[in-house]
């Protein structure tokens, strides 16, 4: 037990395969969707400073590089399977949070627990920081279905994806890094080549208009 064994756990997120058993052109392991999501996270909380808010950057860079780690033990589930039902939702977290709290428990020097019970719990939350995690995270997935879109995978499932992401940073529309996502960030990967026939276009804007949106 000890340190050694959180250390040599980080080599394991390479290992976990984000959305598995679904054909993909491109795999994406947890430990790269956690780097993007932080650089992601970055750039959203320097759109927000510049707005005028105040960003706590050590919290903000400590939910962005934690807010998976609990995905060491239970592998990464398909979003629309786990955002099924509140009750699911609800009862996925209760297990991530408790083998989380075993292994923190056991491996950790009693003089570190109550700081890493503290980093990997949930980081999206209402403050400013778990508000962007949760945008960040979103616009990720956003990315990853969007590349299988564009080359053309057959399986519905990223379709489903792509929407379920929109459809949660549209929740924090009324956040300055979410209004410059929409107006600057969407249009240019909506420019990109992608299959004619593709009805990704009419979707986010039907999307973004019904949520009181412009694209």
């Known amino acids: 037990m ?41 750039f959203l909380g320097t759109v927000e400073e ?18 998976d780690y609990a995905e060491l033990f239970t592998g990464d589930i398909k979003t629309p399977v786990k955002y099924a039902s509140k009750e699911l939702k609800r009862l996925f977290s209760e297990v991530e949070e408790e083998m989380t709290k075993k292994f923190i428990e056991k491996e950790f020097p009693p003089e570190f627990r109550d700081v890493y019970l503290e980093r990997f719990k ?36 990223f379709l489903e994806i792509y929407e379920e992401a929109l459809s949660t940073i549209l ?19 909506l420019l990109e080549r992608f299959i004619e026939q593709s009805e990704l276009a009419v979707i986010t804007e039907k999307m973004i208009n019904e949520s009181g949106g412009n694209l």
Not at 11 to 31: L, T, W
Not at 50 to 67: F, M, P, S, T
Not at 171 to 187: A, R, T
């Open 50 to 67: 510049q707005g005028g808010e105040k960003v706590d950057w050590r919290l903000l860079y400590e939910k962005a590089l934690n807010h």
């Open 122 to 157: 949930e980081g999206k939350d209402e403050t400013l920081e778990g508000r962007i995690l949760a945008v960040a995270d979103k616009i990720d997935l956003l990315y990853e279905s969007f590349g299988e879109i564009q080359k053309e995978n057959p399986e519905s499932l």
């Open 2 to 42: 000890g340190i050694h064994h959180y250390f040599k756990s980080l080599s394991d997120f390479e290992k976990i395969i984000r959305c598995p058993g679904k054909f993909k052109f491109q795999e994406h392991s947890v430990a790269s969707h956690s780097f993007k999501v932080t650089k992601i996270a970055q």
């Open 171 to 189: 929740l924090f529309k009324d956040m300055v890094c979410v209004k410059y996502f929409l107006e600057n960030i969407l249009p240019d990967m």
